[in-house]
Every structure is written in structure tokens, then in C-alpha cells.
């Protein structure tokens, strides 16, 4: 089954879907191996262990997308990730999603905010 498929199942099961975040390998790995039905993977741990950075809009595209499709490519659990604010205008949001889609998440959330963002926890 596809890893789509898989979490659009696990989405509409009569359960509750628990889907600790991840930021790295070793995070997604002990997430499967916890048994761990699917993950998300937390932007603000991106940017936390890639740049040492706060969740300020400082990751970009490109380093988000490559480095969930280094998560999704360790894992055989669906991930859904952090796709900040969709990188612009409706055309880089189309852009955003088939970017995401080719690195092989299952899915994407966009927060629905103006540039620049405003990390909800920091």
C-alpha cells in the first residue's frame, strides 16, 4: 500500500492516530521501531538541528523538502510534514506540495499565516 493510502486510513480509523515528531533519522527510526503507526515531522526541529536556529522562517524550501525526503526514505511509517506557510503566493504553493509529494511524505500541513511567520511557540 502506498504511504498516502496507508495514512489516509490511519486518518479515518475509528482510532486515535498518534504521530510523534521527528527532525532526523535517528528520531524517525525510533519512532518505527516504538511501533509508531505514522510521524510528523516537526519543522521547528528542522530548523533547531540544521541551523541551530528557532522556527523563524529560516529553513528554506529546498532544506525542508531534503531533508523529509531523508526521513521519508529511512522509514516505512507515513510522515507528514511541516510545509510552513507554503513558501508564497498560490502558485508557490502548488510548487510547495509537488515538492513534498516527490520526496515521498504521505502528507503536508500549511499554516495559515502571512510572511513572515510567526513560529506558535516561540
Known sequence: MKKTTLFKTL???DEILIAPGIFDGI???????????????SGAGISN?????????????TD?????RNL???V????QADADT??????NVFHTVQAFEQ??????MIEDQTWPKRCGHM
Open 86 to 91: 507554503g513558501y508564497g503566493n498560490a502558485v
Open 72 to 74: 521519508a526514505n529511512c
Open 64 to 68: 525542508n523538502v531534503d531533508q523529509c
Open 27 to 41: 528520531t524517525a527510526r525510533l519512532v518505527q521501531a516504538m511501533g509508531f503507526k505514522s510521524g510528523t515531522i
Open 76 to 79: 516505512d511509517i507515513p510522515l
Open 103 to 108: 520526496a515521498g511524505v504521505a502528507a503536508i
Open 11 to 13: 486518518i479515518e480509523a
Open 49 to 61: 538541528s540544521r541551523l541551530g536556529k528557532p522556527d523563524f522562517g529560516l529553513l528554506g524550501l
